[in-house]
């Protein structure tokens, strides 16, 4: 099915472990988007790719990385897992950046620091 | 900057009742706003969007929504709310050339 695939969906991390998560969306979308959500916080957008080739931040990216890695994939590492980085993240895809066809979502990964 | 804001954490309507989740925004120009529906465990599903023309846009599972400019809401609607609806909501705005802020979300419970 077409669509955004994360992977992978859950991972418990030690303080201080490193990971990545992957996204890849077989849309040919432009745009593609890192959201971390948190309970009675909304979604909070981490980092986004407007374009390949361009990553840029968004509200929350202390703590994160990411990688375009080309048209259909993007990446966001933890280099350094810390407690506070315990969420359900959820990787995006949309046409252009304005998501003039609304964004879709992946089905999230849910991540636990301990 | 552009912001969203969803007043209710919570609506609750009986099933058959009519339901409507509120939603405020605030963009420089034109909005494209939108509204998303999130199940437990799952991403975000589109659910409808303005992006021009009439005020009234229809979306997915019997749901629509109203775009007033002059007092900036995008108010979603559904004349007879089923149990199936219960569910989390998100409303979203960008503005052209930019990409999508979203609210906090508004949980619809309905009971049978």
């Known amino acids: 099915n077409a669509g955004v695939t994360q992977t992978p969906k859950f991972q418990v991390l030690k303080t201080g472990q490193s990971m990545t998560l992957q996204c890849a969306q077989d849309m040919n979308h432009n745009s593609m988007y890192w959201y971390r959500q948190d309970p009675g916080m909304g979604l909070r957008l981490i980092y986004y790719s407007a374009s390949e080739g361009t990553t840029d931040k968004g509200e929350v990216p202390n703590g994160y990385n990411v990688s375009r890695l080309n048209k259909r994939e993007f990446s966001l590492r933890l280099e350094s897992a810390a407690p506070s980085q315990t969420s359900v993240y959820f990787c995006?895809?949309?046409?252009?950046?304005?998501?003039?066809?609304?964004?879709?979502f992946g089905s999230g990964t849910r991540l636990t620091v301990v | 900057a552009q912001s969203v804001a969803q007043p209710e954490d919570q609506v609750n309507v009986a099933e058959g009742n009519p339901l409507t989740v509120k939603c405020t925004y605030s963009v420089s120009g034109n909005p494209y706003l939108f509204w998303y529906v999130q199940y437990p465990n799952r991403g975000l599903q589109f659910l409808l969007k303005y992006i021009t023309g009439d005020n009234l846009v229809k979306g997915s599972y019997g749901f629509e929504a109203e775009f007033n400019k002059s007092q900036t809401s995008f108010h979603l609607k559904k004349p007879s709310a089923l149990v199936s609806d219960s569910a989390l909501y998100f409303c979203a705005v960008s503005a052209y050339a930019g990409k999508s802020t979203f609210g906090d979300g508004t949980t619809l419970t309905v009971k049978p």
């Open positions: 995006a895809s949309s046409e252009f950046v304005t998501g003039g066809l609304g964004y879709t």
